[in-house]
């Protein structure tokens, strides 16, 4: 630890007399923030989604027409048996 602090004050000043230096150093990290901030979308949407009710009740219905009905899936397909999804799948 002891070698590092000198060297640390080092490269400030160097830094702090460069202006070129100076404005990479403190530039470039803010421009790269703001370009990932406005690139990257984390918003989950349009997932495809196969949904398969065996009940046919209201209960099913109701359980299930939030999640189809919602932005962040894509309704595929919905089947009454379970070996015409299993043939979806693969």
């Known amino acids: 630890m002891n070698g590092i602090l000198p060297i640390l004050k080092k490269e400030c000043r160097e830094i702090w007399r460069d202006p070129y230096t100076l404005g990479i150093a403190l530039l ?5 923030l703001f370009m990932f901030g406005y690139a990257l979308n984390l918003d989950v949407k ?9 009940d046919h009740s209201h209960e099913s219905r109701t359980y299930t027409d939030p999640v189809v009905n919602s932005d ?19």
Do not use: T
């Open 28 to 32: 470039l990290p803010l421009v790269l």
């Open 46 to 54: 349009d997932i495809s989604l196969a949904v398969v009710d065996l």
């Open 72 to 90: 962040c899936f894509d309704l595929r397909l919905r089947r009454d048996n379970i070996q015409g999804a299993a043939r979806f799948l693969h």
